[in-house]
């Protein structure tokens, strides 16, 4: 069961910007050389390869998600086929799944993975959604701590971005997600980290964080973008 949901998390987070590319190209030829009813793959495919294509050029808002943590309804309409496959497999990996919920990292730094409305039980003074492809739920958005950070799922913002949303928190104690709290909530929780002078080097922020939660991985992209971080905080 914890094999199948690791294979899932990889597949999903560590390589989506190749395999929704691969995706979107692999529909629209097959709906272009099917024709018929089948030609409705070509909208299936342009779905998959906008938001791959996005990745790639790190345009983190393809969904229009707004600071308030909503996805319009027509972005949502226009991006059902991905948005849908998307919400599948996080239900899927979160069922399947016995990591828990939430890991606290220190007092003041809790990570965690996209919480139900009923999974909000502590309070926090900032409570940071780092996911693009998600509404958050309204018990969440409409928290006073509530902000929105969207990173596209696998993929990493510039170092200059990251720096002047980790500048913006509030004092006090930080959630903080992606979808699964792997990757992205990662590299947020090591700028954070950074930031406040708790640790001295992403090496050791990254022992500290998978001591409370061992899942988090980051990729090469989150990895490039940290390590910059690191230095533009040391200038």
Known sequence: MDLLCLSITFVIAMNYKYLITFIGLMLMAIGFAERGWLILLVWFGVVFFIPGLAHWLGAH??????PDGIIPVWHRLIFFPLLGYTFIVWHLTRLLSQESAYNSVTDQLVVGRRLLPSELRDRFDNYIDLTAEFSEPADVRCSPAYRC??????????????????????????????????????????????????????????????????AIRLNGEQRKCILNFAKELAV
């Open 61 to 66: 808002r393809i969904f229009g998600k707004r």
């Open 149 to 214: 950070f969207p990173i596209l799922d696998g993929a990493a913002p510039t170092s200059s971005a990251l720096r002047q949303s980790v500048s913006r928190l509030r004092p006090g104690r930080t959630f903080i997600h992606c979808a699964q709290g792997h990757g992205r909530t990662g590299l947020f929780a090591l700028a954070v980290l950074l930031k406040s002078g708790a640790i001295t080097d992403v090496e050791e922020g990254l022992r500290i964080l998978t001591a409370a939660r061992p």
